[in-house]
């Protein structure tokens, strides 16, 4: 079957250091592989998207690299702030414009 | 823009009432979707329009009816209301040119008791 997974166990870093959040896939082969991040109470906001053909992209501080010979994406935040707290979701493209998510990984950076 | 917005933000029900879930969006877009949240679940699709006047079913469609009768408006509609559906129900709509990219509304929470 179809699996999105990211790990449930909530992150917790220190103000500064880089936060490096994993999504893994299993029996997909998404054109695209985007990034949400939700705050308690509020719905989810885009903040990145990757092609399949691409390697890594870039925004900010942010950085999500995508590996489809792994079936691997990876999130980092570079120089977190504790308002980089929050849960990041993953979703992929499942070929109907509609997206499957992730359950979400919780970010917690210490002051 | 108001973006997208979603009414009620919370509502209490009893098993067996029904109601409906209103989402508008100021966007023009074509695409919108309903998506439940459950804890460790992620969010899961219920229903999806790709255009006014068109519905189709997601993931998890069973116990809900949508209806699309204007391009900004989507309506989800519990008919019967079970414990089951208590959960945090979060609206989306997309471009047609964008690569799936979703604009999320504040969400409404249901209580079924």
């Known amino acids: 079957s179809q699996k999105i997974e990211q790990n449930s166990e909530a992150l917790n870093i220190q103000e500064g250091k880089t936060a490096t959040l994993t999504c893994n896939y299993t029996?997909?082969?998404?054109?695209?592989l985007q990034w949400y991040r939700q705050d308690p109470g509020r719905g989810p906001v885009f903040l990145l998207l990757i092609r399949e053909n691409e390697k890594e992209k870039r925004k900010e501080r942010l950085k999500v690299t995508f590996d489809t010979t792994l079936k691997q994406s990876l999130f980092h935040i570079t120089a977190s702030q504790p308002a980089d707290s929050a849960t990041y979701l993953c979703a992929l493209d499942t070929g109907r414009r509609a997206l499957t998510f992730g359950s979400g990984t919780r970010l917690q950076v210490q002051p | 823009n108001a973006g997208v917005t979603q009414t009620p933000k919370f509502r209490v029900l009893k098993t067996g009432q029904s109601m409906t879930l209103l989402c508008a969006q100021d966007?023009?877009?074509?695409?919108m979707y309903w998506y439940r949240q459950d804890p460790g679940m992620g969010l899961r699709l219920i229903h999806y329009s790709v255009g006014e006047g068109t519905t189709a079913k997601g993931e998890v469609p069973d116990g809900y009816n949508v209806s699309r009768l204007k391009k900004q408006n989507f309506l989800l509609g519990l008919e019967s209301a079970a414990p089951s559906q208590t959960s945090v129900y979060f609206c989306?709509?997309?471009?047609?040119?964008?690569?799936?990219?979703?604009?999320f509304g504040p969400g409404t929470r249901l209580l079924v008791l």
């Open positions: 989306a709509s997309s471009y047609v040119q964008d690569e799936g990219t979703q604009y």
């Open positions: 966007m023009n877009h074509e695409y």
């Open positions: 029996n997909y082969s998404p054109a695209y």
